[in-house]
């Protein structure tokens, strides 16, 4: 079966670094978009960041961009998310993501086919 298995979590102080990774199987993997989503206490799942089945187009929610990168290794079946300049604001549960309607669609959590276990990641202030 499909697993997607998130990496990389933990504390980090305002300013820091951390990257994520997501070690996907039972997939194709690059017949895939990639994503990742954040999740805060009380609130809804909400897109981050996604790249395409290839790697050539990646694709960031406004309060990232800049700050953050998205890449994928099909030969390892692994994507990252590499999170630079972290503010307390990006606390939060970090979900991988999969589908196969494009990398633009997968922003929204209806069209993700896959989900990983989620990652917390907690910046200090």
């Known amino acids: 079966q499909v697993q997607l298995v998130e990496s990389g979590g933990g504390l980090v102080q305002a300013g820091g670094s951390l990257r994520l990774s997501c070690a996907a199987s039972?997939?194709?993997?690059?017949?895939?978009?990639m994503g990742w989503f954040l999740q805060a206490p009380g609130m809804e799942r909400e897109f981050v960041a996604t790249?395409?089945?290839?790697?050539?187009?990646?694709y960031y929610s406004d309060s990232v961009k800049g700050r953050f990168t998205i890449a994928r290794d099909n030969a390892k079946n692994t994507v990252y998310l590499q999170m630079n300049s972290l503010k307390a604001e990006d606390t939060a549960v970090y979900y991988c993501?999969?589908?196969?309607?494009?990398?633009?669609?997968?922003?929204?959590?209806?069209?993700?086919?896959?989900w990983g276990q989620g990652t917390q990641v907690t910046v200090s202030s």
């Open positions: 993501a999969a589908g196969r309607t494009g990398l633009y669609a997968l922003t929204y959590p209806r069209e993700v086919e896959y």
């Open positions: 039972g997939l194709t993997f690059s017949n895939y978009a």
């Open positions: 790249i395409g089945g290839s790697g050539k187009t990646t």
